[in-house]
């Protein structure tokens, strides 16, 4: 996946996404062909009362990577639900990163996965089902 497979649409919603991104120290690696990946750093600000980098990164994570997949093969949609499974706790300085593959798209709905990982390990992963673009 290098930059030049990178639909413009993708690209498009990576600018859009600017700030939301910089906000959670998201970093952009690449999409194509229904796949993509989102990399960041675990930050102490993200850090809840149990002591442990919140769930809701690698959720966002996750989630954006999908929107990016999806985006990668066609108009993209967005996010109608998601199961998301935490399967190790992940702490402040770890380097994560989300990778979303498209399972199914149909013309009103899609199907994705997304696994996310911290220096290789499973930390997390989700079902995230999307409505399309003009449903």
């Known amino acids: 996946m290098?930059?030049?497979d990178v639909p413009q649409a993708v690209l498009d919603g990576v600018a859009a996404d600017a700030a939301l991104l910089a906000h959670h120290g998201i970093r952009f690696v690449g999409a194509g062909k229904g796949r993509a990946v989102v990399q960041a750093e675990a930050?102490?600000?993200m850090v809840n009362a149990g002591g442990r980098v919140h769930g809701g990164l690698a959720f966002l994570m996750a989630d954006t990577a999908c929107a990016y997949a999806l985006k990668s093969i066609g108009p993209g949609g967005v996010t109608?639900?998601?199961?998301m499974t935490y399967l190790h706790a992940v702490e402040a300085g770890m380097s994560l990163e989300a990778v979303a593959e498209v399972v199914k798209a149909g013309a009103r709905m899609a199907s994705l996965k997304a696994e996310v990982r911290a220096g290789g390990e499973l930390v997390a992963h989700g079902i995230f089902n999307f409505v399309m673009r003009g449903v």
């Open 80 to 83: 109608q639900n998601a199961n």
């Open 2 to 4: 290098t930059s030049e």
């Open 43 to 45: 930050m102490e600000v």
